[in-house]
C-alpha cells in the first residue's frame, strides 16, 4: 500500500472525469490498496478560486469530496517548516505546502506541475 499525496489540479480533473489524467493516474485513483490523500491546502485554494471566479466545480463538489475515500491531510507546523527548507523553484504558496506535506509525509506527489518536478520528492505525472 503506498500513499499518494494528490495536487490542486488532479483533484479537478478527478472530479470532473476529464479525459487529462493519464492512464497510470487513474488506476492509482481508483485502486482501492492505495491511500490517496488531499491537502487541506488544496480545499483552501480550490475555495479560494471559486470565491474570485477563476474555477467551477459542481455545486455538490463538497459533498462527493466528504463520501469519497480520500484522506484529508491538516497543514501542521512540521509542513510549515518544512517549507522554508524548500529551493525556491516553486513560489506558489500552495504547492509549495503540497512538496513540504509530501517531503514531511513520506508521499509519492501526484501532479502534472514541471516545477514541482524539480523538487527531491517522488512524484508521478
Known sequence: MNKYLIDTQVFIWWMEESGRLKKGIKDILLN???IIILSAASVWEMVIKIKIGRLKLPHDWKDTLHKSRLEILPINLQHIY?????????KDPFDRILIAQAKVEGCTLITEDPKIKRYKIPVIG
Open 82 to 90: 518544512a517549507v522554508e527548507t524548500l529551493p525556491l523553484y516553486h
Open 32 to 34: 482501492p490498496q492505495e
